[in-house]
C-alpha cells in the first residue's frame, strides 16, 4: 500500500474468459481518468494497458475506482457487466419495483433458513452501475445537526460535530 492509501499491484497477465452461454452480452466500460458516459463492447480491447481493472461499478467499487483515478500516475478501468442506468426504470424512484426480476438484477437466492420455516429469500443485487442502489430505493440524507453534536459529546472527539462533517456531505454531495 502506497502512502497515498492506493494499493499498488500491477496486473501483470490477463488471459481472455471463457466464453461460455452465461457470458453477459456487453460490458460498460468506463475509463476512470476521464469523466464519460460509459461505452458498451463486445470485448475490452487493450486490457493489458491499464495498472487496474475494477470489476463490477456497485457504489464500493465506484468510490474505490474513483480514488483511483485522484492518482495521475495510475491507469485503471472499471467495468461492470450489466451496462449503464441510463434507463428510467432506474432513474426515477418510482419505477424501482419493474428492476426486481428483470436483467438489472443478478437474482440471487439465499439458502433456505430453517428459522424462516424453510424459506429462501432473494437477494436483490444490481446488475448495473451503482449496484443493488441503482435498482433498489435510495434516499440519501444528511443526519441531523444535533444528532451529530450528540455523538461527537458522548465520543468526546470534536470531528464528529456536525460543522466538522460538513465539508465531508459537501464533497459526498457534488
Not at 499498488?8 to 476512470?32: G, Q
Not at 463492447?41 to 475506482?65: E, K, M, N, S, W
Not at 474513483?66 to 432506474?90: D, F, M, N, Q, Y
Not at 443493488?132 to 458522548?154: L, N, P, T, Y
Request: hydrophobic fraction near 35%; proline fraction near 9%; include cysteine.
Amino acid at each position: 500500500m502506497g502512502r497515498d492509501g492506493i494499493c499498488r499491484r500491477r496486473v501483470r497477465h490477463l488471459s481472455p474468459a471463457p466464453r461460455s452461454p452465461r457470458r453477459p452480452e456487453f460490458l460498460a466500460a468506463i475509463p476512470i481518468s476521464s469523466p464519460t458516459v460509459p461505452t458498451y463492447a463486445t470485448d475490452l480491447q487493450h486490457p493489458g494497458r491499464h495498472d487496474f481493472i475494477v470489476c463490477g461499478a456497485g457504489l464500493a467499487c465506484c468510490a474505490f475506482a474513483g480514488r483511483l483515478a485522484k492518482s495521475p500516475a495510475v491507469r485503471a478501468l472499471l467495468i461492470e457487466p450489466g451496462g449503464g442506468t441510463e434507463l428510467k426504470e432506474s432513474l426515477e424512484p418510482t419505477q424501482w419495483p419493474s428492476n426486481l426480476g428483470s436483467d438489472r438484477n443478478w437474482a440471487f437466492v439465499a439458502k433456505p433458513n430453517p428459522h424462516l420455516h424453510r424459506r429462501a429469500i432473494p437477494l436483490n443485487m444490481g446488475k448495473v452501475v451503482g449496484g443493488g442502489s441503482s435498482i433498489k430505493v435510495m434516499v440519501w440524507a444528511r443526519g441531523h445537526q444535533s444528532d451529530w453534536d450528540h455523538f461527537a459529546e458522548e465520543a468526546g472527539d470534536e470531528a464528529w460535530r456536525y460543522r466538522a462533517l460538513l465539508d465531508i456531505y459537501r464533497r459526498i454531495e457534488d
